[in-house]
């Protein structure tokens, strides 16, 4: 059998000078050349223009300038059952360097089994309001759980700030967090600001550090790149900064699952009428958060967020994905990477995967796949490189995963065939209404 | 025993040490001086009125009872006859203890009077709704004077009163002291009082949150961001949390700020700025019955035999320099006593044994003394005497057997040291009082 993979292996890179298109069409994993390819070197773009634009590293500046230039930011924090944990959120948003004033809205979620969570919050009340100037923490218990959507627009009713932040109860942020967010908003088109997320317990597992190098692919490089041609796929739920008056137009959040997906969404649906408007991400904006621990956590978790990707895209913003509403630009980048990437691409690799396995006998198969991968390392190596080099600010640190990028491929196919498995959970089993982040009550009045 | 003077309708019938009046004109009328006072059952007057004019009269330290239970302040209480009789006797007994002329006392002098001939009598506050300090003690203002809160308060800090029970915590106005406060919620943001609470309603289908208001002031409710009907509340709805809605600025409050107003001079205030007020019950404490009895409040009513204070004698030995210097002829010595050993006695027996000691030999030295001579203690090691027309020494004698006395065997004794002055023998020509105690002090 190996020497029949040895074999193949050695036709592929023979045959990549000698063969003809059809050829060439059957050995590449089609769909990587004509979709992931090019998305990648756009993004590779976007990092260099991103890199051009920013010009020499020049050392961080603390913000200047009196207070009233700077305007009121409220930080709408969702907590759950954080308990103790939603002390790294305050502390870290209480600790801001921003000149200007911060308000911070802890809003605990079924606050009467989350006592805990609720009591812990309370505790930064004293120390936060009376110690620290130009910063207030508002606690509001909500004693009834009603989801995270309720929960981020009970915060946002009680919000006066110009610019608010739709942040998770167990994240942490550098210091400089708000003040590099707040910059993007000098610009009257920038209607919101995706911020970046790293994996805080990144050091914990092999799961936690592959997931932590995903991060670093897909969030930290790949938005970077987007977010310089107004392409951004997602303003994460954990961290999203949005201007008050925008999150009035659209009417807040909307109950439902992928709260965070819908409202970037909804967003885009007035780019078609407003093409000025941009969704900036600056991996500048920096958010620590926890990722799963375990490879079976992992796997359950992008379960629901793959699976809601098929809700809002398919089920409930079918209708709307048109030129029209979103724009040229944003209708194709969803079209390719949203509708083709996220959601037929999986299937196609389950099912180009069980062609291979069941045409060609194992040695050949697995010549096949191991041209396949080191293909898709070289491309990988190349990107990471290219982050590292034009948009990390953490050279020495992310720099380091370059050893694990030879388990990265593995680790992105088994998260494909997991994808391709959520999707149909979601097709047939209606996974969003199972989906934890708002009680059942609440779920099975939504309207899709 | 003194008579009892008895308020009744009922015939009038004479009993021993009994006097018994339909009225309190007939009372005066009669002219005598009773022990005390007691209404009967079937008088038909007003306990209030009666006693108002008691406690204003040349009686108004006696004690007055009634059959009948009562809550007048100014009455001591519901007592039958021979119960009372006793008591009243008790208090005139009492008060032949003190020393001042209970005719020539101040009204606060009066109620310390009051509560001495009252045993274990404490002084109660009543709440006065037209009482700009909202708190009066009905017995202070009966006795004489608009005394208030702040003259028995005065009384306290002298250490002649003390509060034994705690009534009522009041907050006053920090600008005129008025305890009369409205307090109000006003909005956080623009401190308008148009606020409301209002429960936020959450819409299950679209998720928007809002107060109760948004949903449709009357008649059906429906979201107004998706226009879903909200019939079933827990189904199609619920009301996680309640705001206040502020009707002048539309802000939205968790909590609304209470902001409180004063009546009288119309400030308003936090409550945290608001003067914050006891009001108790007193007593009369230990040094006030000491005071009482010595006379000691008033300078006007010294009698003779009692510890000038060091200012009075100051002055009396200055008048008697001065007559001295006019009239010619008035001897008199001035003699300095020093405790010389306390800290020896200190280190042996102790501070409580000590000031026992001391205030022993000022009794005894008071003793030895005539009613004349005057006295001064300034500091608990130092006695002064002054002593007219007499020679200093016989008395130093006196004294300082006395002193001999004081110890016990095989303790150490008090070391007295003495000095004194002869004048006008050994007065320089333009001394003054001041000059003559510092050159005895400084031998």
């Known amino acids: 059998m190996l020497y029949a993979a040895l074999l193949s292996f050695l036709t592929l890179l023979q045959g990549l000078a000698a063969s003809s298109w059809e050829e060439i069409a059957l050995r590449f994993v089609p769909f990587a050349l004509f979709l992931e390819l090019p998305l990648t070197l756009l993004v590779m773009l976007g990092m260099a223009r991103y890199a051009a634009r920013r010009g020499p590293a020049a050392p961080p500046q603390a913000p200047r300038g009196p207070a009233l230039r700077w305007p009121r930011v409220s930080c709408v924090i969702t907590c759950y059952s954080e308990k103790e944990d939603v002390r790294h959120t305050l502390q870290s948003l209480a600790a801001q360097d921003y000149p200007g004033e911060i308000e911070i809205i802890a809003v605990v979620d079924g606050a009467i089994q989350n006592a805990d969570t609720l009591a812990a919050a309370r505790r930064h009340l004293g120390p936060i309001n009376a110690g620290a100037p130009r910063r207030r923490l508002i606690v509001l218990p909500k004693w009834q759980r009603g989801g995270r959507v309720s929960s981020l627009n009970a915060g946002r009713a009680l919000a006066t700030g110009a610019i608010v932040m739709a942040l998770d109860g167990d994240t942490s942020f550098d210091r400089d967090m708000v003040s590099n967010a707040v910059r993007h908003f000098r610009d009257p088109n920038v209607i919101a600001v995706s911020g970046n997320l790293r994996a805080r317990n990144a050091s914990t597992s092999l799961a936690t550090r592959l997931q932590a190098l995903e991060y670093l692919v897909s969030i930290s490089g790949g938005k970077t790149g987007l977010s310089e041609f107004n392409l951004v796929n997602n303003i994460s739920g954990a961290f999203g900064i949005f201007r008050a008056e925008i999150l009035k137009l659209v009417g807040g959040w909307d109950a439902g699952t992928a709260e965070d997906l819908d409202m970037t969404q909804r967003l885009k649906q007035h780019f078609g009428q407003h093409p000025a408007w941009r969704i900036v991400f600056d991996p500048r904006v920096v958010g620590h958060t926890d990722v799963p621990a375990t490879f079976r956590e992992f796997l359950r978790q992008r379960l629901r967020w793959d699976g809601d990707l098929y809700y809002i895209y398919v089920r409930k913003y079918r209708h709307n994905l048109r030129p029209g509403l979103l724009g040229w630009p944003n209708f194709l980048s969803h079209l390719i990477t949203g509708v083709l990437l996220q959601i037929v691409m999986p299937f196609l690799i389950l099912a180009y995967s069980a062609y291979l396995f069941l045409s060609f006998n194992t040695g050949i198969v697995l010549g096949i796949l191991a041209f396949v991968y080191l293909a898709y390392l070289a491309v990988l190596a190349l990107y990471f490189a290219a982050y590292c080099l034009l948009v990390s600010d953490r050279l020495a640190h992310d720099a380091r995963y370059f050893i694990y990028l030879p388990l990265y491929p593995f680790f992105a196919y088994c998260s494909r065939i997991n994808c391709a498995l959520a999707l149909l959970h979601e097709m047939f089993n209606r996974g969003h209404l199972d989906s934890a982040m708002a009680p059942w009550w609440v779920l099975r009045k939504t309207k899709f | ?443």
Request: proline letters at 8%.
């Open chain 2, 1 to 443: 025993m003194g008579s009892m003077v008895i308020f009744s309708a009922g015939a009038a019938h004479a009993a021993p040490a009994q006097i018994q009046v339909r009225d309190w004109d007939e009372f005066i009328s009669l002219s005598c001086d009773p022990d005390g006072f007691w209404i009967a059952p079937d008088w038909p007057g007003s306990p209030a009125a009666l006693a108002a004019q008691l406690r204003s009269s040349p009686w108004w330290d006696r004690l007055a009872f009634s059959a009948a239970p009562c809550a007048e302040p100014l009455l001591d209480g519901q007592l039958d006859l021979p119960t009372a009789r006793l008591r009243c006797a008790r208090a005139q007994l009492a008060k032949r203890a003190i020393a001042p002329d209970p005719s020539l006392l101040l009204p606060a002098e009066k109620l310390l009077l009051y509560l001495y001939v009252r045993e274990k009598h404490e002084l109660l506050p009543r709440h006065e709704r037209a009482s700009k300090t909202r708190y009066t003690y009905p017995v202070a203002d009966a006795l004489g004077g608009e005394m208030g809160i702040d003259a028995v308060g005065q009384l306290v800090r002298a250490g002649l009163l003390a509060p034994v029970r705690l009534v009522d915590r009041i907050r006053a106005c920090p600008d005129c002291g008025s305890g009369h406060l409205s307090f109000v919620d006003v909005c956080p943001a623009c401190a308008s009082i148009e606020i409301s609470q209002a429960p936020a309603l959450h819409c299950f289908t679209c998720g928007h949150i809002g107060p109760r208001g948004e949903f449709g002031a009357h008649g059906p409710l429906s979201c107004p961001k998706c226009a879903a009907a909200l019939r079933h509340i827990g189904t199609d709805y619920d009301t996680p949390t309640a705001q206040h809605l502020c009707g002048a600025c539309r802000h939205v409050a968790l909590e609304a700020r209470i902001v409180a107003t004063c009546f009288d001079c119309g400030h308003s205030h936090e409550p945290a700025r608001l003067k914050v007020r006891e009001v108790h019950a007193h007593e009369l404490t230990w040094q006030g019955a000491e005071a009482l009895r010595q006379g000691r409040l008033q300078l006007a009513c010294q009698p003779a035999g009692a510890h000038l204070p060091p200012l009075q004698f100051r002055q009396v030995l200055h008048w008697l320099m001065l007559t001295g210097q006019r009239h010619g002829a008035l001897p008199f010595s001035v003699l300095l006593v020093e405790m010389a050993n306390t800290d020896a006695l200190l280190l042996q027996h102790g501070a409580p044994a000590v000031s026992a000691l001391q205030g022993e030999l000022a009794a005894r030295l008071r003793a030895c003394l005539r009613t004349a001579d005057a006295t001064s203690v300034d500091s608990a090691e130092r006695l002064w005497v002054l002593l007219p027309f007499t020679a200093p020494e016989p008395v130093a004698e006196r004294l300082l057997a006395q002193a001999a006395q004081l110890h016990a065997a095989g303790e150490t004794p008090l070391a007295l040291r003495l000095r004194s002055l002869q004048a006008p023998r050994e007065l320089a020509g333009g001394d003054g009082p001041d000059a003559i105690m510092a050159r005895l002090l400084g031998d």
